[in-house]
């Protein structure tokens, strides 16, 4: 038996669409900043872009250093904005766990990116002094905005505005021009009069304690990479989604070492009638057609929740079939599992499952400590047997980012005539 231990969580695919995450901090014991209204203007702006199917938006809010890695690796976004305070050459300023503010260091933050460097395209950084943050994320992330000075609230909001209303409209992800779009919404937003020499930006200058104007090229910086990193981005076709899903989690999976954690065994029929699967490829174990077999699951399964999905493939690699396992009325009645002995259970409507064609039959098991709510997990006595399809695995997938526990299982049969 293999025993489910607790352990983080994998990147997951969600989706086709472009994520953006929204990271804000304003811990005690610093200026109260207006971070609320920030979100909420991304929000808006979102609503109303024609775009917006098109993009995801996920924003948390006392972000704590904790939070960094797993926020980025539970959403995995496109760009990141953080909006909050910033120190300079001491780093970033985050919520501590005792609800005051912890800096980062610079390095800390670099090193964090580039784990992500063909993942994330952008970083932006709004808040004061972050040209120090940005210059050391720029060597592994493509884009990063970032500020010379404290700028006032009202200016970082007004370049939020004119930065998401480019970007949710544009014909592609274009940086360069949603940052444009940024600083002149400043100048339409706050300044009345015209000042042809040069554009301004509201800042607060500590050394002479005052607000002053400066001009926007001494206080907003967009950092460029050179050579750009190629942006992997996942596939738009449903054939390519489904496979892009499936090995996520076959890859996942390949940390364990637990190959024999589902076991098929022949059985003799007693006339009832079997379920038959169309089937599927090869690997290096084997199975033969027309023979009825039942299951063994050698997971340690007692107080979890156990998912199982099979998907069958001819001997083109074309996909023939796509089956929700467990849970299914057939083949495991009970959700939340005691024991797993050999399936279809006593009480199922079929005697085990027979292949009728050669190919490749693969499955994926996940082991989940909390129930997954969703409504085509639940059968019923009319429909038994279930079938899934891209859509539902995305609806998996989403659901799977709340859970703290998880662990994935693969295996793949030959079936031979």
Known sequence: MIN????ERSPKADGMKTKILVLASNPQGTDKLRLDKEIAEIEDILE????REEFDLKAKLAVRVRDLQESIIKERPRLVHFCGHGAGSEGLILEAESGKYQLVNNQALGDLFKLFD???ECVMLNACYSQVQAVEINQHINYVIGTKKQIQDKAAIAFTQGFYTALFNGEAIDIERAFNFGCNRIQLDIYESENRERKLVP???EERGDLV???QDEVLILLKKEPLTQIETEPVDINQRENYIWSSWKQEASKHEHLRWIEFFPVESNNRMPMRVSSP???NRNLKKGILYKVKIKLNVLGYYFLLLNRGLNNQGIIVSRYLVIPSLDFAPNPLLEAIDLIPQQNAKFEGIEFDAEGKEEYIGILLDKTLDLPWLNPTPKHPTLEWNVK?????????????TRQVFY???????
């Open 4 to 7: 489910v231990l607790k352990e």
């Open 48 to 51: 109303r872009s024609h775009k």
């Open 118 to 120: 063909t993942k994330i």
């Open 203 to 205: 800042v607060y200058l």
């Open 213 to 215: 104007d400066l001009p």
């Open 281 to 283: 490829s090869p690997l």
């Open 392 to 404: 539902h695995l995305e609806a998996v997938l989403e659901q799977l980012q709340n859970l703290d």
């Open 411 to 417: 295996r793949d049969f030959e079936i031979l005539s």
